[in-house]
Nanobody
Framework: QVQLVESGGGLVQAGGSLRLSCAAS????????VSWFRQHPGKQRELVAT???????NLEDSVKGRFAISRDNARNTVYLQMNSLKPEDTAVYYC?????????WGQGTQVTVSS
């Protein structure tokens, strides 16, 4: 059973930066892709960014130019670098990844951006 553990959240002022980490307990290359999602209070979880096993990344329009996703296979970790943060980026951020048989979620990490 693979576990995903997020870290790096916290409180930051608008315009600041944070780097989130998603560490897998096993070999992260078993996943076709690893994604970051976020969930605003009272809303559904939404996709933020995805990176494939081969390193191809995709970011949603709301974060393009501000966020970047990367991976370090040797550390079994995927990162989400968040720059120029806005109050509307405040959410719980989750990483998720799947195999052919199961989709895994981390426990989430809170990001709060103050104005």
């Amino acid at each position: 059973q693979v576990q995903l553990v997020e870290s790096g959240g916290g409180l930051v002022q608008a315009g600041g930066s944070l780097r989130l980490s998603c560490a897998a307990s096993g070999n992260i290359v078993i996943f076709n892709a690893v994604s970051w999602f976020r969930q605003h209070p009272g809303k559904q979880r939404e996709l933020v960014a995805t990176i494939t096993r081969g390193g191809i990344s995709n970011l949603e329009d709301s974060v393009k130019g501000r966020f970047a996703i990367s991976r370090d296979n040797a550390r079994n970790t995927v990162y989400l670098q968040m720059n120029s943060l806005k109050p509307e980026d405040t959410a719980v951020y989750y990483c998720g990844a799947g195999t052919v048989s199961q989709y895994y979620w981390g426990q989430g990490t809170q990001v709060t951006v103050s104005s």
